[in-house]
């Protein structure tokens, strides 16, 4: 009987959805998955035993009761990160009917945030090529606009940083970009940023932080029906090129402008891919405006496309992602390669490192030494050539800022320069906020080079940057490589790597983060643990301090570093693992090569063991 209950309660909300659905394809989806979790076998009496045709009736049941207990299991959560999920209909899954609700609570917001305020609340909205993006920007637009609420439209699908960069040049109250980032084909996503008069302090055009995501997300929650919610089928105001050309403008201006900058520039062959994105007019747009003429796109990846046909997972970090590009710039004896994540607001970055050559299997870019920099390296680098450039122009205050989990080496450079290096919780949303920021980076490939205009990431002018100094490298006869092997040689040589696991059920990740923090490891690789931290406490061990987070940090006694904790955007459960080796200062190429070798092996041996230790 409870089972009868229980159904009959889920079978009522989706009817009740599917009647306030105002988007005819998910509501027949609902109907047909309705239909079939109705339908029993016909003619099977109590007791008897279903025979093959009835089993698979009962069978089919079963699979579209479970996939509606899983689409009505709630509201799909609006939190820092805004809304990521799979296109579908009902609550817990990204569709305009969701869209609709989340654009009236945040409008709700806005208007208490601003009430008795003139002029209204004004909106930038912004949108990629996924899925029904443009769909949820107009949506988003004709809700904020029956509401009062002045709303800039993006003239077309464009990188997230520029939707960021116009919060600020508009001096907007918020912007809302719809983006799933570099999440699977079938996602797609909702992010929110705030400044103008509702944030007015350092964290002005970034992205929200708590209590402000738990203030919307109460206001959504009280938005009874699409069908109460009030659209406009006009009104916005469609934006002209002149955002875009700001945007491009001041991402040009980070680059040297003198005559032998773009002598240098015009020699450095890049080979670049947008992996299907929005980000690869704009990026080749920017990199010829700077002097780089020799740029390649990879003609497979290089105009937008919601399905991602070339790459199983549109991540530049997952293994494959950019083979294309890697193998295009050994076709074309390239200098560089450059990847951006679908909506732009990431880099990757590969380059030529003959130490890594491996001979297995056929003649690949492999074997001729190709390899994508780990995040770590690539801002790194950034981060150098930033402390380098306040350092020389005398700037008070500058800090270098990376999230917990990034190479503790940024800190070490920014104290060689004789700057701040502040420390922060993952995501751009807390490092876009450090007060004198004029670098920020996290390890999976997240570089702010340009605070001024962008609070955010941004993969455009991480790429150029990257590109500029790559050209100067080579007009020395050196590269990345080498500048790396700097690095090394000043402040030893820091090399990290990851360790994750994918879980089915989100309750497996709780219990897998928790039996760490009961039973820690007491060695690691066959090295002491020296410190174990529990960052759901929060932190208070260095002059940053950080505020609660879940995870777990340990340190071994020849300053191995492993980080444990949930991912934020994707169900997982990441460990990002650091060693450091000694490098001597008078170290030649092949010295350098050998201590990361060294470096490796112990890195993948701290790595089984966080694997055995996690039962991962």
Known sequence: ??????????????????????????????RDLLTTARTGPVGLAPGQEPDPTQRQALDARRVARNELADRFQGLLQFGTAGLRGRLAGGPHRMNRAVVIRAASGIADFLLGELDGVTPPPRVVVGYDARHNSRQFALDTAGVLTAVGIEVLLLPEELPTPVLAFAVRHLDADAGIMVTASHNPPQDNGYKVYLGGRVVTDGGQGAQIVPPTDTAIAAEIARVPSVASVPRADHGWTVLGPEVLDAYVG??????????????????????LTPLHGVGGKVAQRVLAAAGFTDVLLVPEQEFPDPDFPSVAFPNPEEPGAIDLAIGMAGDENADLVLALDPDADRCAVAVQDLRTRSYRGPDTAGAEGWRMLHGDETGALLGDLAARRAAAAGTDHAVLASS????????????????????????????????????????????????AHVRDKDGISAALTVAGLAASLKAQGRTLVDALDDLARTHGLHLTDQVSARFADLADIAATVQRLREA???????????????????????????????????????????????????????????????????ADHEAVGHARRAARERLDAVAADVRSVLGL
């Open 520 to 586: 820690p490891p007491q060695r690691i690789a066959g090295v002491h643990v020296t410190s174990v931290v529990d960052l759901a406490a929060g932190t208070d061990d260095d002059r940053d301090g950080l505020p609660p987070t879940e995870g777990l940090r340990l340190f071994t006694s020849d300053g191995t570093r492993v980080v444990v904790r949930p991912s934020g955007t994707e169900p997982k459960v990441k460990c990002y693992l650091e060693v450091v080796e000694p490098v001597p200062a008078d």
């Open 250 to 271: 001041a991402v040009v201006g980070l680059a040297d402008r003198s005559p032998e900058a773009r002598a240098a520039a015009k020699k450095l062959r890049v080979v």
């Open 404 to 451: 917990i989990v990034s190479s503790r080496l940024l800190g070490e450079i920014a104290t060689s320069a004789g700057l701040r290096h502040a420390q922060t919780l993952t995501g751009f949303k807390w490092i876009s906020r450090v007060d004198g920021l004029v670098f920020g980076y996290e390890e999976a490939l997240g570089y702010c080079v340009d605070p």
């Open 1 to 30: 009987m409870t089972g009868d209950v229980v159904w009959a309660d889920l079978e009522a909300q989706v009817q009740a959805w599917i009647d306030d659905d105002p988007d005819p394809r998910t509501a027949q989806e609902l």
